[in-house]
C-alpha cells in the first residue's frame, strides 16, 4: 500500500526566533512586519502561547496587541527561516530522497517502499528535527497527499496522526469543507450557499451535481476528495521542471468523448499555470491508467517552445490518438515539461 507522510513545522517563523534566543521560550510570540505593532501589517504566525489569546496569522498586528499588550512582538527574518527550512529538509532527505517540497516549513515525503512501520518512521523524523535543529513538527501519514496533509495538522503541535484506510470515512466525515486541501474561501462561499458545510454533506451530492455546479474537471476533484481519493504523486525535486494534472474519474470510463474532454480541460489549467508563469513548453505528455491500474505515456516533442493553447491540446491529442484505449480507463493526466521562460 501506498505510504505519504507529511512534516509540518509547529509555529514555524516563531519556533526559529526561540532557537536564536532561548529567554523567549514559554512567552507570547508573535511574528509581522516590522515587528511593531502600533504600525500597519499582519501577523505572519504566533507562537502556541500568544494563540491562547486568539492571535493568529494574517490578523491585523494592532488587533494581535489588543489581544495581548505583554507579547514579544518581533519582525519576520525571512532569511533566518529560508536557512533553517533548507536544513530541516535535508534532513529529511535522507531519510528518502523522494520528498515534494510544498512550502517553507512542509514537505511530503513518499515512504512505501521503506520496510520500517510509519510510527517508528515519524518517530524518527521528530526525534531527529528535535535533536538535530531543535525544533518540532507534526507528522500526518496516509495512503496519499491530500489526507496526509489532513492528518499532520489534526494533532498540532508535535502531533503524529495515522489515518488507515478504514478510517477515512469517519476521519473526514465531520471536518468543515475548507480543511480538503484545493477548497478556498471562494468555493467555501459557494458550498455553504448550497447548504453544504461538511464534508459529510458534500458526500452526499452526487457527481452530477458538483460537475453542474462547478465544472467537470473541479466538480470531479470534489467528489474524490471528499471521499479521500487521490491518485496524485509526489513532485520531487530531481524532476525535471514541469506543470502537470490529473484527473482519476469516479467510474472507470470506456466512452472516448469523455476521455478527451477531461484531457482538453486539464491542459487548459496546466496552460494556463504555464502562461502565469511565463513559461513555454517543448514536451507534451499524456499518461492514461486504465481500470486494471496497467499505466501508459505517450510524449510529443514539439519542433519550438511553445504557450498556446491549441498548439499544445493538438500535442495533447496527438499523444492520446498513440494510445489503444482497449480497456476502461480510470485516469487521464497531461504534463508539459522542458520548460523555459519567455525571453523578452
Ligand atoms: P503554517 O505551517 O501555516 O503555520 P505555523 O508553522 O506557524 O504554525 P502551525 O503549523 O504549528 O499551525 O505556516 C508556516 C509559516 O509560514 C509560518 O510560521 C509563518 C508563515 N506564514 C505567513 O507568513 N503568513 C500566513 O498567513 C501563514 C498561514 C503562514
Ligand atoms: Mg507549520
Not at 501506498?2 to 509540518?8: E, G
Not at 518581533?74 to 515534494?100: C, D, G, H, R, W
Not at 489515518?163 to 466525515?173: C, D, G, Q, S
Not at 469516479?250 to 480541460?265: C, H, T, V
Amino acid at each position: 500500500m501506498r505510504r505519504v507522510l507529511h512534516v509540518d513545522m509547529d509555529a514555524f517563523f516563531a519556533a526559529v526566533e526561540e532557537k536564536r534566543d532561548p529567554s523567549l521560550k514559554g512567552k507570547p510570540i508573535v511574528i509581522g512586519g516590522t515587528g511593531d505593532p502600533t504600525r500597519r501589517g499582519v501577523v505572519a504566525t504566533a507562537s502556541y502561547e500568544a494563540r491562547t489569546y486568539g492571535i493568529h496569522s494574517a490578523m491585523p498586528l494592532k488587533t494581535a496587541f489588543k489581544c495581548c499588550p505583554h507579547a514579544v512582538f518581533l519582525p519576520v527574518n525571512y532569511e533566518t527561516y529560508v536557512k533553517e527550512s533548507k536544513a530541516f529538509k535535508e534532513l529529511l532527505l535522507q531519510i528518502t530522497p523522494v520528498m515534494e517540497d510544498v512550502g517553507i516549513d512542509e514537505v511530503f515525503l513518499d515512504i512505501s517502499d521503506i520496510s520500517a512501520a510509519s510510527e517508528s518512521i515519524a518517530e524518527k523524523i521528530k526525534e531527529r528535527i528535535r535533536t538535530e535543529r531543535s525544533l518540532s513538527c507534526s507528522i500526518g501519514i496516509a495512503p496519499n497527499k491530500l489526507l496526509a496533509k489532513i492528518a499532520s495538522d489534526m494533532q498540532k503541535p508535535d502531533g503524529l496522526t495515522i489515518i488507515a484506510p478504514e478510517n477515512i470515512e469517519a476521519v473526514l466525515a465531520p471536518m468543515p469543507v475548507r480543511k480538503i486541501w484545493g477548497i478556498g474561501p471562494k468555493t467555501e462561499m459557494r458550498l455553504k450557499e448550497m447548504g453544504i458545510e461538511t464534508v459529510r454533506s458534500l458526500t452526499a451530492r452526487s457527481l452530477e451535481n458538483l460537475i453542474d455546479s462547478f465544472g467537470i474537471s473541479y466538480g470531479h476533484y470534489l467528489y474524490q476528495a471528499s471521499r479521500g481519493i487521490d491518485d496524485s504523486s509526489l513532485i520531487t525535486s530531481w524532476e525535471p521542471k514541469s506543470i502537470s494534472r490529473e484527473s482519476t474519474f469516479q467510474k472507470d470510463i470506456g466512452n472516448w468523448q469523455i476521455i478527451a474532454r477531461m484531457l482538453a480541460d486539464l491542459t487548459k489549467e496546466v496552460v494556463e499555470e504555464m502562461r502565469d508563469r511565463d513559461f513555454r513548453t517543448r514536451t507534451v505528455t499524456v499518461k492514461i491508467r486504465f481500470a486494471d491500474f496497467e499505466t501508459l505515456t505517450r510524449g510529443l516533442t514539439l519542433p519550438e517552445p511553445v504557450n498556446g493553447e491549441t498548439e499544445i491540446r493538438k500535442a495533447a491529442f496527438a499523444c492520446l490518438k498513440r494510445i489503444d484505449l482497449a480497456k476502461k480507463v480510470r485516469l487521464v493526466g497531461v504534463r508539459v515539461g522542458n520548460l523555459g521562460k519567455i525571453e523578452s
